[in-house]
């Protein structure tokens, strides 16, 4: 009776591990392999070894160390920045009466809107042309060259960018998770004398707290994947630019004019990975105190 | 800590209809003496947690002024007015140990009353012990049943020694049994810190066992005040008096012509002296003698034998209800073949109110 229902729950399992393993665990197990394989040929499916050579040659690629550099700078600017002031948003949000409604849609508009349109528009309020200096030079009174400027100037569009795109969504789930905190709480809070801030800290963030770790592993692991928004600004050669990020960097050694290193690509693709694995971890291990699930 | 309430008045907006305005508290009037229990009584949705709101401060009235004592607190903030107040829910916070949520209004506190650690400690402690959970200061409310997050949430709203307490519905959320003894216990409590405290249910056994007072409201208004004993002896109203006993009081259409009470056309009562008009007879179930030559004739439909009394299930064309309910001496015996039941009735416990007004006559 226990083996038929055992070949009963794997029948039902069938089909999403046929689909998972087609499409997620065999290219997962076939990164592996590519990144070991020592000059991989494409065309003639040939290596010379078996190794670490890729790992190497990809750490010693400085497009590559400038694209790590980029990432880190993105993650460790924009996850904190883009949290915290989707927080406050929330707050104000779950706050206000009149107009709430018309507010949180104004506020959710960028999630629904195309990466690419927004990259355009960001073109248009930052990037110098022969006949304008941009939106924020007029506005600021400055004659900044955002777009094909200094490094930091092109961080700091990055940054707002990636900022603005992500926070819709956090705004929406914290706005939820806000609205399910039993007003009782607050009513007890005050009636027991706590002030605003005391019951921010006490009592909302607490509440909310599994809420904001879920936002930020996952704002953490997303900013790692960034690449989209940097092309969206800078256009598809962001090596010129100075821009690139550990998936753009992945992306050009698989199909930009000198592509096809399939090892690199996949040595690449598994540092990132280390990375994510190794700063979830770091979370997960940071968090264990501070988060109350109820 | 006395409390004075005058001319309280509490309007919304409504939810549903635009434009309409719901009276939730209606010109409520009354002083409540100091070191009391209050029973707010009322079925629901008559006001009487928008009054405790009032109360607290988390509400403002729209009209009307609070007294505590003789400071005017209409306009104070609830974390100025000095009150306790327990949830239906407790409202624990569900993060913190038992001491970290009894401790939590004696942290808010600034200025001079301001405490250091160790008094905070001690002062959870004293009243942890007071309402009984000192074993259990380093549990999670979730970690503990509901009679003793009750004890939790009473001892919160104690630690900081408040000038009124306020229970919102403290029982509902328990099983009977622990119900009738955490009524006790709530009793014991107030006794030995003698806070002036108003508990608010629906229920109005609870309300009747416990209280020094009962307040009956409906639909905002003050219908009665007073001891419970009196309340249930002299309802001034039909309101009232189906609100408070059970089982129920029975209701008769009724009329009073020639000094005499009459249910269909039977006089059951004489009161001499009192106008002709069409009434409501309520006879409360105690109210009944069994008489074979007795005045008022019910048709049978069975007994329950419920050891110490018994109760005659009846039926007659006047009652207003699905049936009368008679609880009577289980020395009376009735045969099982009996079609007819007839009764006297006690003066003192039949009750007639005006057919329009309802008001007592």
């Known amino acids: 009776m226990k083996e038929k229902n055992n070949l009963k729950a794997w029948l039902y399992l069938l089909p999403a591990i046929l689909f998972l393993g087609v499409f997620m665990l065999y290219p997962l197990i076939d990164v592996l392999i590519y990144s070991v394989e020592e000059n991989y040929a494409s065309i003639a499916r040939t290596y010379t070894g078996v190794g670490l050579g890729n790992f190497r040659k990809v750490l010693s690629d400085e497009l590559f160390i400038q694209a790590l ?62 006949y304008t200096r941009g939106l924020v030079n007029l506005l600021l009174g400055t004659d900044i060259d955002f777009i094909d400027g200094g490094y930091w100037t092109k961080m700091l569009v990055t940054c707002l960018y990636t900022v603005w795109i992500v926070m819709p969504f956090k705004i929406l789930i914290l706005t ?83 592509g096809g290193q399939y090892g690199n690509a996949a040595a690449a693709a598994l540092i990132l990975f280390a990375i994510v694995f190794t700063i979830t971890y770091i979370n997960l291990k940071f968090s264990r105190n501070k988060v109350q699930y109820m | 800590m ?56 988390l509400e403002t009235p729209t009209e009307g002024r609070i007294l505590f004592g003789d400071e005017d607190v209409t306009n104070v903030p609830p974390e100025g007015r000095g009150v306790g107040l327990v949830f239906q829910n407790y409202a624990l916070y569900p993060h913190l ?99 002036t405290t108003i508990f608010v249910t629906h229920d109005q056994e609870e309300a009747m066992s416990i209280s020094d007072l009962i307040i009956v409201m409906k639909a905002g208004k003050v219908h009665q005040i007073g001891k419970p004993q009196d309340v ?41 002296g009192k106008e002709n008009r069409e009434i409501w007879v309520g006879i409360r179930p105690e109210g009944f003698i069994p008489d074979e030559n007795g005045r008022f004739t019910c048709r049978m439909d069975r007994v329950e034998v419920m050891g110490r009394d018994v109760s005659v299930v009846c039926t007659n064309e006047q009652m207003t209800g699905k049936s009368i309910r008679a609880i009577v001496s289980s020395e009376n015996t009735f045969r099982p073949d009996q079609k007819m039941v007839r009764f006297n009735l006690k003066p003192h416990k039949v009750f007639l109110f005006d057919r329009e007004s309802e008001e007592r006559v």
């Not at chain 2, 009750?150 to 630690?159: F, S, T």
């Not at chain 2, 259409?253 to 005499?260: C, H, L, Q, T």
Request: glycine residues 8%; aromatic residues 8%; positive net charge.
């Open chain 1, 69 to 130: 550099k980029n990432t880190f700078i993105l993650v460790i600017i924009t996850v904190p920045v883009s949290t915290g002031l989707s927080l406050l948003i929330a707050l104000g949000l779950s706050a206000i009466k009149p107009l709430k409604k018309a507010f949180q849609t104004i506020y959710f508009l960028p999630y629904v809107t195309n990466t690419l349109a927004v990259g355009l528009v960001f073109m248009i309020l930052f990037d110098k042309t022969e």
């Open chain 1, 176 to 258: 939820s998770a806000l609205a399910s905190v039993n007003q009782d709480y607050y009513k007890a809070a005050r009636v027991d004398g706590a002030s605003s801030a005391r019951i921010f800290r006490k009592i909302t963030l607490p509440m909310i707290s599994p809420t904001v770790f879920y936002l930020i592993i996952t704002g953490f692991i997303g900013a790692f994947k960034a690449y989209s928004d940097e092309v969206a600004l800078f256009g598809t050669n962001l090596n010129a630019a100075g821009m690139n990020t550990i998936v753009g960097y992945v992306y050009d050694m698989l199909y930009s004019d000198t």
């Open chain 2, 2 to 57: 006395k409390v004075v309430l005058e001319n309280l008045t509490k309007r919304f907006a409504s939810r549903h209809v635009k434009g309409e305005v719901v009276v939730a508290v209606d010109h409520f009037s009354f002083e409540i003496p100091d070191g009391q229990l209050i029973g707010l009584l009322g079925p629901s949705g008559c006001g009487k947690s928008t009054t405790l709101n009032l109360i607290s401060g």
């Open chain 2, 97 to 195: 140990t038992v001491e970290e949520n009894i401790i939590f209004p004696l942290e808010n506190l600034k200025g001079e009353k301001k405490m250091t650690k160790q008094a905070m400690h001690e002062k959870a402690m004293e009243v942890a012990r007071l309402v009984q959970i000192d074993q259990l200061m380093e549990r999670k409310p979730k970690e503990m049943s509901g009679g003793q997050q009750q004890r939790v949430a009473i001892a919160r709203a104690l630690v900081k020694i408040p000038r009124v307490l306020l229970l919102d519905e403290p029982l509902s959320n328990l099983d009977a049994r622990l119900r009738l003894q955490t009524r006790e216990e709530l009793r014991r409590i107030q006794r030995e810190t003698g806070v």
């Open chain 2, 232 to 272: 249930y002896d002299e309802p001034v109203n039909l309101f009232v008096a189906q609100f408070l006993g059970t089982p129920q009081i029975n209701v008769f259409e009724g009329a009073i012509r020639d000094g005499k009470v009459w249910i269909g056309n039977e006089a059951v009562l004489d009161v001499p």
